[in-house]
């Protein structure tokens, strides 16, 4: 399934904030688009609103000619959305496998599945396969951002929706996650949105960029070119 993500004029509101004011976004297959902003520029809110837990008050978003504002949540993650919020929510109590093997429970071939998926995020993030038997609460953060993904992974996603994965992390742990990202959309054509404040280190994996400002698109382009361009830079990135 390609990804087919677009969205057209898209506004989501708490109470009298309209935290996005008519977001639109087509997305690349097989790429990754990285969305960029300061604090509070509605990042977040746009990966919440693609997954369904937040609706918007009004636009479109598709996928796969999905029509995501009359999908169930709980559907969007059987077409082929996985989502890695902001904080790697991993279940502290279970092993780092148990963690792993939640990821691929809703599919129908999940025995299969699972037992391929394992191999593959150990063979990607190997402290993972030397700790697959621990509590998850005693991974570092950089351990536990990779579960993170790796468990998004398990479900073989086609779009993948990150939220600040490199947020706490060193910037040797930032970059090897970057390179995989980097790898699972060059080698696998996995689609990737990328919501990062450190839009030095995503705009050098990125494929294209979109920057938020108080919840409005304010620039958007292909990465190398939004990089190169010191006003935006010194504006809205920081660097």
Do not use: C
Request: no cysteine; aromatic share 2%.
């Amino acid at each position: 399934m390609t990804s087919g993500l677009v969205l057209d004029n898209v506004v989501t509101t708490y109470g009298a904030v309209r935290a996005l004011d008519g977001v639109s976004l087509d997305v690349a297959d097989g790429k990754i688009t990285a969305v960029l902003g300061a604090n509070g520029a509605g990042k977040t809110t746009l990966l919440r609103t693609v997954n369904g837990l937040v609706r918007p008050a009004a636009g479109s978003i598709r996928f796969g000619g999905h029509d995501l504002l009359a999908t169930p949540v709980e559907r969007i993650v059987t077409l082929g959305i996985a989502h890695v919020p902001e904080g790697r929510g991993v279940i502290t109590e279970l092993t780092v496998e148990e963690n792993l093997r939640l990821g691929a429970l809703w599919r129908s071939d999940r025995r299969r599945e699972t037992v391929n998926g394992l191999a593959t995020v150990y063979e990607m993030f190997p402290p993972l396969a030397e700790r697959r038997d621990r509590a998850a609460d005693t991974l570092s953060g950089g351990e536990r951002q990779m579960l993170a993904i790796g468990r998004a992974l398990m479900s073989r996603p086609s779009l993948l929706l990150l939220d600040e994965p490199s947020l706490g992390l060193a910037p040797r742990i930032t970059a090897q996650i970057m390179a995989t990202l980097r790898r699972l959309s060059a080698e696998d054509g996995l689609t990737v949105v990328l919501v990062e404040q450190n839009a030095r280190s995503a705009l050098s994996v990125a494929d294209s960029a979109v920057i938020l400002n108080l919840g409005r698109v304010v620039a958007s382009g292909a990465a190398d070119d939004l990089a190169g361009d010191e006003q935006l830079r010194h504006a809205y990135l920081g660097f």
